[in-house]
């Protein structure tokens, strides 16, 4: 069964460093993955996805993601994070299924931002 | 328009009342979906309406009743609520339900049921 593990529950940054979140797949073939981020009291808006063309993908809000199949990972990054970055983000493997596809989403993990 | 809106934002009911929430997209999308999220959890699929027919119901009680009266519209009928069903409920809608599609959601309705 296809699956999807974040690693960290909570991660907090000081605003202006790095962001890490780490997101590790399990598939059977070569999976699509998004990220999605939810703000409080909001709906999920889609930052990235992979789609098996190129390994490092790009994102809304300066987040970037590299599918690396040797690790079975997707980790989401940021050079620099904002006070706006401040969220809960979700990883998330697409699922075929009966001619559907349908979203497995991880367990999510909220970044908290400091100033 | 990218957008899918969701009213109401906030809903308070009893146990014994009957309200509806209701989803809609001008994006073109064939595909419509109801999540119900818990606090601090990622969100579940209950429905996915695919070209205004029902295609998915994750054994979700028919208390929850969904309804798609056009490819724009979806409602969530709701009757005999549990406390327990207090929750997020999110609408979201992708162009079809087949292939990889991204899924763009509304803010949600927040239900609390007393």
């Known amino acids: 069964a296809q699956s999807v593990t974040q690693l960290d529950s909570h991660v907090s940054v000081s605003e202006g460093t790095p962001v890490l979140l780490r997101c590790n797949y399990s598939s059977s073939y070569s999976p699509s993955l998004f990220w999605y981020v939810q703000h409080p009291n909001k709906g999920l808006q889609l930052l990235l996805k992979?789609?098996?063309?190129?390994?490092l993908v790009k994102g809304i809000n300066g987040f970037e993601a590299e599918f690396k199949k040797s690790e079975t990972s997707f980790h989401l990054t940021k050079p620099s994070a904002h006070m706006s970055d401040a969220a809960e983000y979700f990883c998330?493997?697409?699922?075929?299924?009966?001619?559907?596809?349908?979203?497995?989403f991880g367990a999510g993990t909220r970044l908290a931002v400091h100033p | 328009d990218t957008e899918v809106t969701q009213t109401p934002k906030h809903l308070v009911m009893g146990m014994t009342n009957k309200k509806s929430l209701k989803c809609e997209q001008h994006?073109?999308?064939?595909?419509m979906y109801w999540y119900k999220q818990k606090a601090k959890k990622p969100p579940e699929l209950m429905f996915v309406?695919?070209?205004?027919?029902?295609?998915i119901n994750e054994s979700v009680p028919s208390r929850f009743s969904p309804e798609c009266p056009n490819s724009s519209l979806l409602n969530l009928h709701l009757h005999a609520l549990q406390p327990e069903d207090s929750a997020l409920y999110l609408c979201?809608?992708?162009?079809?339900?087949?292939?990889?599609?991204?899924?763009?959601f509304g803010p949600g309705t927040r239900l609390t049921v007393l």
């Open positions: 994006m073109g999308h064939r595909a």
């Open positions: 309406y695919s070209y205004e027919k029902l295609s």
């Open positions: 992979y789609t098996s063309a190129a390994t």
């Open positions: 979201a809608s992708s162009q079809v339900f087949s292939g990889i599609n991204e899924q763009f």
């Open positions: 998330v493997v697409i699922v075929v299924s009966g001619g559907y596809n349908k979203l497995i």
